[in-house]
């Protein structure tokens, strides 16, 4: 079986590693968000294709949910002492690493989908990953501070402002000038089911979703695309969704999400059990709708989670 | 008083340390040789300037002499683990954060004297720290590996090969094309005395010779010119300088070294006592010459030396 999903970072990648569990022979196409990028130190910093990397590599910082396991902070208190910033991004000695690598590899002309191959071929992640384009695509948040209002990066919204102010507005900066990257139209035209794990609908699988092709190549599979709602009982699981959802005026419900995604993108949609009342609303949008438990506590609950949405896939199918 | 030093990496760092406790009010510009720079893993690596740079400013490895006190390695364990070479060179964590910085602000379009300015901003080494120039200057050596003549970096020949095979050739790639950073010709013009630390003649000092316009201001200058032997008893004091001198058909002997300067360019010359026995033939050649204990066994000796050097350099001015 061929699966393709569309992950953000932490959620994903933790999703991920239950599909993993729950369908071991399946061929597994990652579509990664690059939205999240950054540029740090003249370096070029992946944070959700790196989540997934390290996740699925067996390398991640469990606790924490991204970075490397057994980290350091050498350089980053070196780059400190040097005046250079920001402080705000904590990347470990392990993780400059991999964007030391990355950067000399895009330097020399290789493009971030042979780039993320190449990180990949250490890693062995067991899932195809890739990212959504090889161009360059930013996520960029509008917010007054102190009576002013200005466009930040997203990372600088999410890590320095911890989302603590109102996302008046989020733009994938450059994203409708991008290309699927290679690989991404192929997997999804080839693909058996499509998942939406429960990622940030917004700034993850909807950043995604903004590069152009993408959207209709998924509409047009004609092969069953169920998602998770990252919303649980009206807040988010994780993270801080609902302030991004509030910019693309998007109630942070599970069923709103589903209606946000659509009826001509979704075909299943699973709500945490704590949000069953939800159901029938999603049903009436023209998605099949289940509540099952979507909190993954561990990797056996993602495995639950995930053998759910593959159950949906074929109940949407028959 | 203002002194030129012109300097390579350990030697004239050390024997710099002794020159600022031997004379302490003194305007000290030195003037780094950048033919060993090397771009390792997309960064620009500046060894012998970070030398002089964290001897100076307290950072150093006192015991090989070169690169940071506390040293980790993750960063390059990290690489290593991605396959990505070359693993003969040992940066640790804190040594990348320095080419962290210095790579981000040239790709910025700021010079490397400026650049170098900016870490000293931190360091303050107490003396002025030149590049010898801006621009790229890069140290090759020819040799016969295998049967088989190849052209290598300067630090693949030193600290990968260890010097293991001869030098056929020594070729500063770029001199002749290259500029004198800014500051370099206007400090020699008004210095009272220039200096050659007991650096390699021929990789460190004769690659800062060997950008056009240096040599000829030094010997214009018009002020007493003094170098301290790096070859102590027919053999490099530390390092391999035999190898490079041979490459280009100069002994390993002090007074050798001294004749290659030559006495268009050097006043007098300082040789260790054990050559005393070489100090009428730098004589005859036209430079005055003494001996005294050249061995830098502590910062007091290479103190001792500095003195030696100013007292030269006043015995050859009047």
Redesign the interface.
């Known amino acids: 079986m061929r699966i393709v999903v569309l992950a953000g970072g932490i959620g994903g990648a933790r999703f991920l590693r239950g599909l993993q569990q729950a369908a071991p022979e399946a061929d597994v196409t990652v579509i990664g968000n690059t939205g999240d990028d950054i540029h740090l130190?003249?370096?070029k910093v992946c944070p959700d294709l790196d989540t997934v990397m390290y996740t699925l590599g067996g390398g991640i910082n469990e606790d924490q949910g991204w970075g490397r396991q057994d980290e350091?902070f050498?350089?980053?208190s070196?780059?400190a002492?040097?005046?250079?910033g920001p402080e705000w991004f904590g990347l470990?000695?392990?993780d400059?690493?991999?964007h030391?690598?990355r950067?000399?590899m895009l330097?020399a002309g290789y493009p971030l989908s042979a780039v993320t191959e190449?990180?990949c071929?250490?890693w062995k992640p067991g899932v195809r990953l890739l990212p959504m384009s090889d161009d360059r695509v930013e996520t960029h948040v509008a917010v007054t501070v102190d009576g002013e209002r200005k466009v930040i990066h997203f990372q600088e919204y999410w890590v320095r402002l911890r989302a603590s102010v109102a996302a008046e507005a989020v733009v994938p900066v450059g994203a409708d000038q991008a290309e699927p990257a290679p690989g991404v139209l192929e997997a999804i035209a080839s693909a058996d089911v499509i998942l939406f794990p429960p990622s940030n609908p917004v700034v993850s699988v909807g950043t995604i979703l903004a590069v152009p092709g993408i959207r209709e190549a998924i509409a047009e599979a004609g092969v069953p695309v169920v998602g998770l709602s990252p919303i649980v009982g009206d807040a988010p699981v994780r993270g801080m969704a609902d302030k991004v959802l509030a910019a693309v005026g998007v109630e942070a419900t599970a069923a709103a999400v589903a209606r946000h995604y659509g009826s001509g993108l979704l075909d299943g949609w699973l709500v945490d059990t704590v949000d069953e009342a939800s159901v029938p609303a999603v049903d009436e949008a023209g998605i099949v709708c289940k509540a099952v438990p979507l909190m993954m506590t561990d990797v056996d609950a993602a495995a639950e989670m995930a053998r759910a949405a593959l159950a949906l896939a074929e109940e949407v199918r028959a």
Do not use: W
């Not at 002492?81 to 250079?84: E, I, K, L």
């Open positions: 130190f003249g370096l350091t050498q350089v980053k070196e780059l002492a040097y005046g250079v470990g000695d392990r400059f690493a991999t030391i690598v950067t000399q330097s190449a990180l071929d250490r």
